[in-house]
């Protein structure tokens, strides 16, 4: 299919109706989303459209206001309109996509899909949203057309921020309209999209909630706590920090047993069917109607009280006497096992031969996650990696269960596994027996899977548009330190990759930003991107070297690291080749000053980026101060007022504003739209970003610094200081903000110069590094540092 979605109707305004009509506003579409007119309405409401449509429009404009934000940017809401399945469904023949997500039971579904099949125009594309009714038994007395255009589309919620999206086809789907979805799914909405066949809770749900219900089968036999269990499932294991029965309370245990007992009762051939029984202690929950967050309490209870370091009191359910207890410090070895070893590989290698309780339990769920996971191929799914991707996209795992496996070993896995009893499917004994000893490898940059059908390695298909760090590390990096790697990433391009603590930016990734732009200048090389495959780009500057010098006041030492670090920004945007940055996740102040001295950026849609440095007491300090003053200037224009415009980047910077998407870093001056671009899925932005260096290459003449920025001088300062005490009187700063926010204005404005006049570049980074030097010396600026790096949480002092 070569069509392109234009609008969409969203059936239904539930949160994840709702959720879904934000996002597709996100991407840019029309979107309808229809509800349910209310069944109470007075006589005298019945013909009025906003009663009529209530329902609808409180869903919506409650969405708008719930966090995490469903939009990019606040302006998206006007994308949408709403109405009701009475009035406005015949509507929805201007539609080239109609998505339902109507409450999950089969009667109800049916109804709409017949009006549905009523309205809609030839060949537009219909799904459902279920997250376990087979997709088959929808299409009852449906249309050829509408079989043919039919299939199921299961996002995950909040459908913005959680990549998952199962594509499930029946056999009346037409194979066009299935690779549209894999395809548009991608490119589109960013997510990725897994082909899952049409069986109970597809791929995702039927594997978390398996490995859910298993860790809660282990957790009572091994006689651990609740809290314990969810440290060694978090991130001990590289899965969210809900661990395991948090994560029960977040999703809400009516709903986490309706779908163990909906996997029960339609698989009964599932091999591991007694683990699918609901636990004593969680019919207790149910029982009591603690059903996790939404009714306040579940495995974890709030109390609304403080301990004496002023932190919430949560106590947790002690599953043996079902009450309430203080949460307890664990000393369980494995977990100072797990907080010992950095790197995920081993970290998982040394869990698994723990011999603790807590190592028995990780032994236990993952040798029967192993065993799991192999029989449901080919039931679910004809691929191992789809498995993987279901999990990593919906559940946030860093590994998938084959990852898991291969990082154990898939011989060992199989001999433990099979010692306690599981049974592992006869396709992995007989890949081992044929020499191949791991689910994926790596080959000439590219990651291959092994194929069930075929017996060999396949490339992963769609992965070829994505370029994925971790699949050089084969080859001889181009250069390398402590803190970067600079990989060759084909034709005439470079990566260079952060691989700093939290990809902070210190004297190991500044020098490798200008060694590795000189490589490319004296060279052959296109360009240069600098991006990552990690969660953030950079959280900013290492705050560690800053302390240091400013506490022992080596001031000589910090002017020099601060000159360093303004010259090397610079220097990317002042080379004789493009430099490109790929941006997601946390691009916070010397990152986000490196991003905006690039000559363009390709940040994916969930870039938090933000000039952050107020919160410990200095001002941005790698050139961000002057590039706002350059920014500002060049937004002048004649008969231009000038100082509103000033104020505005005056209290981005002062207030420390991030934008919440990348989108909304625009509104915020951090991204330019002649210069930089978004794209909604983050794997594709390293392989954009090259793109980009490449078309900026050809014609591609060295810049020359600037010397004609336009600063206001006293006149402006005047108005930035008025602004500053407006903030203090607003209680939105403290004193000690007010005097650096006048720091920011003194910079902006040129300093105390008599009038307007125009300044270099080099000028302003003169200025702005006299302004930081003289902040890190105030103690209160050490202060907030301190407690920066012992709570990684800034302090208004």
């Not at 002062?654 to 625009?666: G, K, L, R, W």
């Amino acid at each position: 299919m070569s069509k392109r979605i234009k609008k969409v109707a969203v059936l239904g305004s539930g949160v994840m109706g709702s959720g879904l009509a934000c996002h597709f506003a996100n991407i840019g579409l029309e979107v309808l989303m229809l509800d349910i007119v209310p069944f109470d309405l007075k006589e005298e409401e019945k013909s009025n459209p906003a009663a009529r449509n209530s329902i609808v429009n409180q869903a919506l404009k409650a969405a708008l206001k719930s966090k995490p934000a469903p939009l990019y940017d606040k302006a998206f809401a006007s994308r949408i309109k709403t109405g009701n399945f009475d009035d406005d469904i015949k509507k929805i023949a201007d539609c080239d996509w109609v998505i339902e997500v109507v409450v999950e039971r089969l009667d109800i579904k049916k109804q709409v899909f017949a009006k549905v099949d009523q309205h809609r125009k030839q060949g537009s594309l219909v799904s459902s949203n279920t997250s376990g009714i087979p997709i088959h038994l929808m299409l009852e007395g449906r249309s050829e057309d509408f079989r043919q255009h039919f299939c199921g589309t299961h996002f995950f919620n909040p459908p913005r921020y959680l990549r998952l999206l199962e594509i499930i086809p029946t056999d009346e789907t037409k194979q066009e309209v299935t690779d549209f979805f894999m395809q548009y799914g991608d490119i589109y909405l960013g997510k990725q999209t897994v082909l899952c066949k049409d069986t109970p809770a597809f791929i995702g749900n039927r594997v978390g909630v398996y490995a859910m219900a298993k860790i809660y089968q282990l957790t009572a036999e091994l006689g651990l706590r609740i809290e314990e269990v969810d440290k060694l499932t978090g991130p001990a294991l590289g899965r969210p920090k809900t661990g395991t029965f948090r994560l029960g309370d977040l999703v809400g245990h009516d709903t986490a047993a309706k779908v163990i007992d909906g996997i029960k009762e339609n698989c009964p051939d599932d091999e591991q069917a007694g683990t699918f029984e609901v636990p004593d202690y969680l019919n207790f929950l149910l029982d009591n109607k603690f059903l996790g967050n939404k009714t306040g309490q579940g495995f974890y209870k709030k109390t609304g009280e403080r301990d004496a370091n002023g932190r919430p009191v949560i106590l947790s359910l002690n599953l043996e006497t079902l009450e309430y207890e203080p949460s307890q410090r664990s000393e369980l070895p494995s977990l100072k096992v797990a907080k010992q070893v950095d790197n995920l590989k081993k970290r998982i290698q040394a869990l698994f031969k723990a011999e603790d309780s807590g190592g028995k339990l990780i032994r236990k769920s993952l040798l029967g996650l192993f065993a799991y996971v192999s029989n449901r191929i080919p039931e679910i799914t004809d691929t191992l990696y789809s498995i993987d991707d279901a999990m990593k996209a919906g559940y946030a795992w860093e590994m998938g269960p084959f990852e898991y496996w291969d990082a154990i070993g898939i011989k060992t896995g199989i001999e433990e596994a099979e010692a306690r009893g599981e049974k592992v499917a006869d396709w992995v004994k007989t890949m081992v027996a044929d020499g191949k000893n791991s689910f994926y490898k790596r080959e000439g940059g590219v990651r291959k899977y092994y194929d069930i059908t075929s017996k060999t390695y396949k490339t992963i298909p769609g992965t070829e548009s994505f370029i994925i760090l971790d699949n050089y590390r084969d080859q001889t990096p181009v250069l390398k330190n402590s803190d970067v790697s600079l990989h060759d990433i084909g034709d005439g391009v470079l990566c260079l990759e952060f691989t700093s603590p939290h990809n902070s930016i210190g004297e190991g990734v500044l020098s490798g930003i200008n060694e590795s732009i000189r490589l490319a200048e004296e060279g052959s090389w296109n360009g240069l991107v600098i991006g990552n495959n990690a969660t953030n780009f950079s959280v900013g500057a290492n705050l560690m070297l800053i302390a240091q010098l400013a506490y022992q006041g080596e001031f000589d030492q910090l002017n020099f690291a601060v000159n360093l670090f303004q010259q090397t920004t610079m220097r990317c945007r002042y080379s004789a080749i493009p430099v490109v940055a790929a941006t997601q996740g946390y691009v916070f102040g010397g990152g986000c000053e490196t991003l905006m001295h690039c000559d363009a950026a390709v940040c994916a849609a969930e870039s938090y980026i933000g000039l952050v440095e107020v919160g410990i007491g200095v001002i941005p300090g790698g050139g961000g101060t002057k590039e706002f003053a350059l920014r500002a200037s060049d937004s002048f224009f004649e008969g231009d007022i000038q100082i509103p415009t000033l104020i505005e980047k005056f209290k981005t910077i002062a207030m420390a504003s991030v934008a919440t998407s990348a989108h909304e870093a625009f509104n915020h001056g951090y991204l330019l739209h002649s210069r930089d671009e978004v794209v909604v899925n983050v794997k594709r932005n390293i392989a954009e970003a090259k793109k980009k260096v490449l078309e900026l290459a050809p014609d591609y003449t060295q810049p020359i610094q600037r010397e004609d920025i336009t600063v206001l001088g006293r006149t402006g300062l005047g108005a930035l200081y008025t602004a500053a005490n407006e903030l203090k009187l607003g209680n939105y700063a403290s004193e000690h903000d007010i005097k650096i926010a006048k720091k920011v204005a003194f910079v902006l404005c040129g300093g105390d110069l008599t009038g307007s006049q125009k300044v270099s570049e080099q000028y302003l980074l003169d200025v702005e590094r006299e302004a930081f030097l003289s902040l890190a010396g105030e103690q209160k600026t050490l202060e907030r540092i301190q407690h920066m790096l012992q709570t990684n949480k800034p302090l208004r002092n």
